[in-house]
Each structure stands twice: as C-alpha cells, then as structure tokens.
C-alpha cells in the first residue's frame, strides 16, 4: 500500500460560481487559476501522483502550455487515475479538507462526494469529504483565498 499527501491553495475573486470537486456551486466568489481553478481536485490529483512517487500536477499539466488553459480538471483527474494504473496501483480510498470561509460545504458534499469518485472509479463511501473555516483568520478567513488537502490510499491493483 502507499500514501499520499495533496495541496493547493487558489485566490479567490468576486464573482461566482465556484468551480469545486467538479461541481458549480452558486456562489459570489471564484477561484482564479491557470486551468478551471478546483482546488479541490488539484489537491486530489497530487495525492495520486504523491503516492505513487509520479511527480506532481505541474509536471503533467504546466501552466505554461497554453493546452492547460481553462482546463477542467476532471480531466487531470482521469489522468492521475489512468497514471497510477499504468503503473499496477488503484485508489483504496481519499479524505479531503477545504478550508473556506464560506460557502459552507455541507449542503454540496454528497454531490462532490459522488462527483469525485465518480472519476476514480470508486464507490462514494471511499471519499472522505470535510469543510473548515478559518474562524475569520488570515486569507482564507478574509475570504482572499481557497485551500484544500486530500490524503490518498492507494494499493496493488
Ligand atoms: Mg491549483
């Protein structure tokens, strides 16, 4: 079995929605970003690609390519899957946080919840899914910034 350990942190901007695990959630905010801007997925695949010793999210989708513009990131997903499967792994199971002031995350969760594991072949069971404010504090309290953290199990296939 092997562990992994996600992180990203994107800016917040006025105006929503909020694109977040893959889904549009009605808000008055957005993330700002090369790609689509998830947080939270971004944070998924580089748990993925952490686990299985495959580099990172900027390696495989540099925000320099112009290819990588507005990417949706379900796409990174699928291929942070299809690499870990290349290389004889699957997902056992992830748990997420995201830290944001607001929204709060609970009344989305179920569908984030399926969303993602709807991409890592995965039953919705196996994806952990927590929400946290920052109490008012800092950036994300200011609510000038997103953050999110998977860890990730995966083992042999
Ligand atoms: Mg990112």
Same mark, same amino acid.
């Given at each position: 079995?092997?562990?992994?350990?996600?992180?990203?942190?994107?800016?917040?901007?006025?105006?929503?929605?909020?694109?977040?695990?893959?889904?549009?959630?009605?808000?008055?905010?957005?993330?700002?970003?090369?790609?689509?801007?998830?947080?939270?997925?971004?944070?998924?695949?580089? %748990?993925?690609?952490?686990? &299985? !010793?495959? *580099?990172?999210?900027?390696?495989?989708?540099?925000?320099?390519?112009? =290819?990588? #513009?507005?990417?949706?990131?379900?796409e990174?997903v699928?291929? %942070?899957?299809?690499?870990? &499967? !290349?290389? *004889?792994?699957?997902?056992?199971?992830?748990?997420?946080?995201?830290? =944001?002031? #607001?929204?709060?995350?609970?009344a989305?969760?179920?569908?984030?919840?399926?969303?993602?594991?709807?991409?890592?072949?995965?039953?919705?069971?196996?994806?952990?899914?927590?929400?946290?404010?920052?109490?008012?504090?800092?950036?994300?309290?200011?609510?000038?910034?997103?953050?999110?953290?998977?860890?990730?199990?995966?083992?042999?296939?």
């Amino acid at each position: 079995m092997r562990i992994g350990i996600g992180h990203d942190t994107h800016r917040l901007e006025p105006g929503g929605p909020l694109r977040l695990g893959g889904v549009e959630i009605p808000h008055d905010r957005h993330a700002v970003g090369h790609s689509d801007a998830d947080v939270l997925l971004h944070a998924v695949v580089d %748990a993925l690609l952490g686990a &299985a !010793a495959l *580099g990172d999210i900027g390696q495989m989708f540099p925000d320099t390519d112009p =290819a990588n #513009r507005d990417r949706d990131s379900a796409e990174m997903v699928h291929a %942070a899957r299809d690499a870990i &499967a !290349a290389v *004889g792994l699957r997902v056992v199971n992830i748990d997420c946080i995201v830290h =944001a002031q #607001r929204p709060r995350l609970l009344a989305h969760r179920q569908m984030i919840r399926t969303r993602i594991a709807d991409m890592l072949h995965i039953e919705p069971e196996c994806v952990g899914l927590k929400g946290k404010t920052a109490e008012g504090l800092g950036p994300v309290g200011q609510q000038e910034a997103i953050v999110a953290q998977c860890v990730c199990l995966l083992d042999e296939r």
